[in-house]
């Protein structure tokens, strides 16, 4: 696309391109195909947010949760403790037993619950996420907490949660819940 779309235009296109995809779609991608730069689609994904549209930032990308999606998969919140070194072994015992992790969180002292969502499915998410904290040299949001985090998973069955979690267990990375 040669134009550069304005405003209210672009906002549309960037929700039907969102709503459209069944991936994640980068910044980077939305702005080249609208013609503009990759930080007026952040703040237009923020107007859009606004309105209430449910956009979720990830690393791959911006996700569209479409809410008329029935789904029968069970979701659980779970707490783990482990080093930053072992994050990459956390997030493959999961998705190796077609668990999905949805988000991280952290407690902290000050701001209450810290989230970020995270939405990996796969080794390929994995690397995904781990080469971008690589690339920007940040920090997994446990270093705020010792290690001390929470995700929220989600499976098609109960049995492929309760088999990670044995595994979790057994590596010493899952935290008991009293």
Known sequence: MNKKLLGEERRNKILQWLKES???LSGSSLAKKANVSRQVVVGDITLLKAK???????????????????????????????SADQTQ????????????????????PVYGYI?????????????LFLQKMEETQSSPLSNLTNGTHLHTIEADSEQ??????KQLK???????MP
């Open 22 to 24: 069944e991936l994640p």
């Open 52 to 82: 209430n549209e449910p956009i979720l930032a990830t690393a791959q990308g911006y996700i569209y949760i479409h809410p008329n999606k029935n789904t029968n998969k069970v979701q659980k919140v779970i707490i783990c403790h482990h």
């Open 89 to 108: 072994k956390e997030l493959e015992i999961l998705v190796d037993h077609g668990v999905t992790i949805k988000d991280v969180m952290v407690e902290h």
């Open 115 to 127: 989230t970020a969502q995270l939405r990996i499915t796969n080794r390929y998410d994995i690397n």
């Open 160 to 165: 492929q949660i309760e088999s990670a979690l």
């Open 170 to 176: 057994n590596e010493g990375i899952l935290v008991e």
